[in-house]
């Protein structure tokens, strides 16, 4: 039996922090699984969200509130640093949680008449305007280029472990907001650009009905060599609870991978989820199926249809991982289905971050 340790979480956090998966299925190409090519390709998605461009997109986009909206979400320039560092240094249930928020506060304005999409505009006095950081918040400058209708934030270099500035500030690119927003729903398109190259380019969306509420995001992250097609969708129903839809798709590596998150409960800590993944490519077929709890759970892994591992998780202690027939794996095995985790964990963090720049848009009036 071995243990299963992610390098950045284990499945314990990650069912802590409410993330569950949803597959493709068990269909699929019948190719021999290959477990260091599969490592290859989910190092290759990981590395479109963890470049130093994002890094610094990530960390700084918690400051447009206080330019776009009536008042900041984050009240100082340190809090929101602090904010980015501990959701990326492993504190998932404040990202799942704010995401619950999010959705849940679209579901709660749909149902009292509240919702505006004009209400979200970005207000006419800043529109067209580029913005730099002061040292202590974003200010406008006499610089062009911003679209009409948008706004555009300079971006500057940040220490990749605690995610604050490096000074003297050393500005690496920059993110243009666009209102695209209608009658009925409330969207911003969000670029990042450094140098030449565009490292993000998605469209944020929120719409809703009186019982059901959704925030979703389409686009593409890229790390300058390797795009990830994104395809993120988060709902809160009262009937069902609620689900993040998680596709990633890297047409260079033929590779793809989708998820569904769902948890029972709004409150990650009483929360039952449900686990279901696919993921697929020229490397093989995989699919995970199982449900996590506070109190532990297990998880069936396929490969090609197959039974190829189960992993389980008390209340005290890290999940193991054992073989078909209870056998163990193999070294690289183990790390390509730590690799899986690894991702799968990011999957709140990364819609959060991705979420952020446009709060303003798609956080409705009360």
């Not at 990530?58 to 560092?85: H, I």
């Not at 209608?182 to 929120?206: C, H, I, K, N, P």
């Not at 279901?276 to 449900?291: A, E, R, V, Y």
């Amino acid at each position: 039996m071995r243990v299963l340790q992610s390098p950045k979480r284990s499945v314990t956090l990650l069912a802590a922090a409410c993330v569950a998966l949803s597959a493709c299925g068990d269909a699929g190409p019948d190719v021999p699984f290959n477990p260091a090519a599969t490592t290859e390709d989910i190092q290759a998605v990981n590395a479109t969200f963890e470049s130093p461009v994002f890094s610094s997109f990530s960390a700084f986009s918690e400051q447009f509130g206080a330019v776009l909206g009536p008042a900041p979400l984050v009240t100082s320039s340190a809090g929101a640093f602090n904010f980015r560092r501990a959701t990326r240094s492993g504190e998932l249930r404040a990202a799942a949680a704010r995401n619950a928020q999010h959705v849940a506060a679209l579901t709660r304005s749909v149902a009292n008449g509240s919702f505006s999409a004009s209400a979200s505009a970005i207000p006419t006095e800043v529109a067209g305007k580029t913005f730099e950081y002061s040292g202590t918040t974003y200010v406008p400058t006499e610089r062009t280029g911003a679209p009409d209708n948008g706004v555009r934030f300079l971006i500057y270099a940040v220490n990749p472990v605690t995610f604050v500035p490096v000074e003297p500030l050393q500005e690496v690119g920059y993110v243009e907001l666009t209102d695209l927003s209608g009658s009925s729903t409330q969207a911003a398109r969000v670029v990042v650009v450094s140098g030449e190259t565009t490292y993000l380019d998605y469209t944020a969306t929120a719409a809703g009905t009186v019982s059901a509420g959704a925030v979703t995001v389409t686009g593409y992250v890229s790390d300058g060599v390797t795009r990830a097609n994104l395809n993120l969708r988060s709902t809160i129903n009262e009937a069902e609870g609620m689900t993040l839809l998680y596709t990633v798709d890297v047409p260079q590596r033929d590779f793809s991978l989708d998820l569904t998150m769902t948890m029972s409960e709004l409150d990650p800590q009483n929360s039952t989820i449900d686990i279901d993944l696919g993921m697929s490519g020229p490397n093989g077929t995989l699919s995970m199926s199982g449900q996590f709890s506070n109190a532990g759970g297990a998880v069936t892994v396929r490969v090609n249809g197959n039974v190829f591992a189960t992993i389980t998780s008390g209340e005290a202690g890290e999940p193991a991982i054992t073989g078909a027939d209870g056998q163990p794996l193999s070294e690289e095995d183990v790390a390509a289905l730590s690799r899986i985790f690894e991702m799968t964990d990011e999957a709140f963090i990364s819609f959060d971050e991705m979420v952020a720049p446009v709060n303003s848009f798609l956080e409705p009036a009360a």
